[in-house]
């Protein structure tokens, strides 16, 4: 959460970083600053609202550093918004994180004299950093790093020093290079279109830069630490709308391509792993939301497919598991983002007892990619609508890959896949999407919309209300089919809702029970499924591949929910009070 940015080079750093920061927006996008170093002064500039908006505006200098805000500590308040700076305007500071010991911080320098403008924890940063200016810029900021206690990644400037400083521990901060010119930023993309050369900064490590130099230190050691640059192959154009409305949509339609990369693993990696799963004692799946969903589909797969048991626990509940663990568990983490800081909590822990650690992840060099064991990348290109789509199919593919690993069925299940996958691409035409729309037109009002599955699907109904509730803000909630007479059934009146996930296994006559139990109250049953059935008011069909039925049940109800989001005018890629990777507990 919080986009941060920075540059140092021959160009003009505003208009550098404001680029930057509307490519970091899915991060955060309730307020937004510039800071800029010209002529031995901080200029600084900073307002609420979304940076999208932002199309003018300038700060002289050739290094500044920006930030897009998701709101922790303190209100969306111009106030709160960052760059913030010391007493004298000597130091500017960006963050990404929570400084924990904030308080006790604040309280401190209040008592030295230090004036606070902000409520914000980062506020101390700065304050801490003019404690030792007379020292240097260098090593004032390694004086106040020292002090700070939590997860935080910061970029600082100060016109005593010709560049910028940044500090990573914890959230992710990454360099891109090019001759004489210098990109900090918290994720890729943000400077893509300058250079596909990185640097990674490590937790506990900072980086100096300057034009010329970059010089790289570990916080605790403060030994020099040599780092080499890697080419990213992600594109620009990747991470850009194109001719898509919304980047949404766009990651939608891309799972006809998303899909098949996903599926080209290294097969000899797949079944190392899932030999490691055969002989763990006790292998654990996590994540959070939708990733949490997809390790929860794992549950079952591995079940149907492999006939073994893998527990599932949502990464913020997974330290409470910590007894179970030990050196012969394994643990799988899936991410997106690679930076969320419930599965990395859940990792810590986990590694505390000698968990091995294999990882689901798109982002390369993300965090939990680089504290795993073993990494598998989905190779879903950037996502950037706060909806996840195109990375859980992805990651629901990999899934799959392992349990018919597990099973000895490895070459079947990627044929399955495959298949599968043009499958998909034959769906995703527009006279489909015409028809969810339509869909869409009809229920776009309605208060509530139920999702009912069962088994392999129950997880499926949780991740389709997580779509439709982010995207359109209707009042959606998913329920394991048999679980509805048992409370959720009260809930239904004329007309409401409900989606009934329905695959062609031998749960399918129970879950079209439930949708008849439902509908013998009022509810408007729509069916997602291989075939019709009286009890539909409204059909989506999808194609009939067994076991794998998430994977194609979800694709509608990613592009339903865009719909209705669009019908009820709603920030599609950026909904209300969310933000992309989510870097706080
Ligand atoms: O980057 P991650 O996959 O770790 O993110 C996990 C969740 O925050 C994420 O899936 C979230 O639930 C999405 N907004 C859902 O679309």
């Known amino acids: ?146 002090k700070l206690k939590g997860r935080y990644a910061i970029i600082a400037l100060s016109p005593e020093h010709h560049g910028m400083i940044a500090v990573r521990k914890g ?40 034009q010329n130099d970059l010089k790289f230190y570990n916080v605790i050691t403060w030994e020099e630490v040599k780092k080499r640059i890697v080419t990213i192959e992600w594109s620009a154009e990747q991470a850009k709308k194109g001719e898509y409305a919304h980047y949404m949509i766009k990651e939608i339609m891309e799972q006809k391509d ?61 330290p409470n598991y910590h007894h179970f663990l030990t050196n012969e568990t394994l643990l799988i983490a899936i991410s997106q983002s690679g930076e969320t800081a419930d599965v990395i909590e859940a990792i810590e822990t986990a590694k505390e007892k000698g968990v091995k650690i294999i990882s689901i992840v798109n982002v390369v060099g993300s965090t939990i990619a680089r504290m795993s064991d073993h990494v598998f990348y989905i190779n879903a ?52 999407e015409e028809r969810i729309k339509k869909l869409a037109e009809m229920i776009h009002a309605q208060p509530n919309i139920y999702i009912i599955g069962r088994s392999i699907n129950y997880p499926m109904a949780l991740e389709s209300a997580i779509k439709i509730q982010e995207v359109s803000y209707i009042h959606a909630e998913g329920f394991a089919g048999g679980e509805l007479k048992h409370g959720p059934i009260a809930l239904i009146e004329k007309n409401t809702p409900c989606i009934a996930l329905v695959a062609n296994d031998e749960v399918k006559d129970d879950v079209i029970s439930n949708a008849i139990e439902v509908k013998s109250r009022g509810g408007f049953i729509i069916g997602i499924s291989p075939e019709n059935n009286e009890v539909f008011d409204y059909w989506l069909k999808v194609p009939d591949v067994g076991v794998m039925s998430p994977i194609v049940n979800i694709i509608p109800v990613q592009i339903l929910a865009y719909h209705l989001g669009l019908l009820r005018g709603c920030e599609i890629d950026t909904p209300r009070n969310l933000a992309k990777s989510v870097t706080v507990k």
């Open 1 to 146: 959460m919080c986009g941060i940015t920075g540059y140092i080079g021959p160009k003009d750093a505003f208009h550098v970083i404001l680029d930057s920061l509307k490519k970091l927006e899915y991060r955060g996008y309730d307020s937004y600053g510039f800071a800029t170093l010209h002529e031995k002064r901080i200029h600084i500039y900073k307002d609420v609202g979304k940076i999208s908006n932002v199309n003018s505006g300038y700060l002289p200098g050739n290094i500044g550093i920006g930030h897009s805000r998701w709101a922790t500590h303190g209100g969306v308040t111009k106030e709160n918004a960052h760059p913030h700076l010391d007493c004298h305007g000597r130091v500017a500071v960006v963050h990404n994180g929570i400084i924990e010991n904030y308080q006790e911080l604040r309280d401190e320098l209040t008592r030295k004299g230090h004036i606070f403008r902000s409520e914000t924890d980062t506020e101390v940063i700065p304050h801490l950093i003019e404690e030792n200016l007379n020292l240097g810029f260098v090593e004032a900021v390694k004086e106040a790093v020292k």
């Open 171 to 210: 959230s992710p901060l990454i360099l891109g290079v090019k001759d004489g010119e210098c990109y900090v930023a918290s994720d890729i993309p943000a400077f893509l279109d300058h250079t596909n050369n990185v640097m990674y900064l490590d937790d506990n490590e900072m980086v100096i830069v300057t």
């Open 258 to 318: 998303t899909l098949r990369r996903a599926i080209n693993q290294d097969d000899n990696e797949i079944e190392k792993i899932a030999k490691s799963i055969a002989e763990a004692c006790g292998t654990f799946f996590t994540g959070c939301g939708t990733a949490g969903k997809v390790a929860f589909t794992a549950e079952y797969a591995f079940s149907k497919i492999a006939k073994k048991h893998v527990n599932y626990i949502v990464a913020s509940e997974f």
């Open 381 to 432: 290109g950037p996502e950037k609508a706060v909806a996840s789509t195109k990375a859980t199919t992805a990651q629901l593919a990999v899934i799959y890959l392992l349990a018919y690993a597990s099973a000895g069925k490895l070459q079947e299940g990627k044929k399955n896949l495959m298949d599968l996958a043009s499958k998909v691409n034959d769906m995703l035409n527009p006279r489909y």
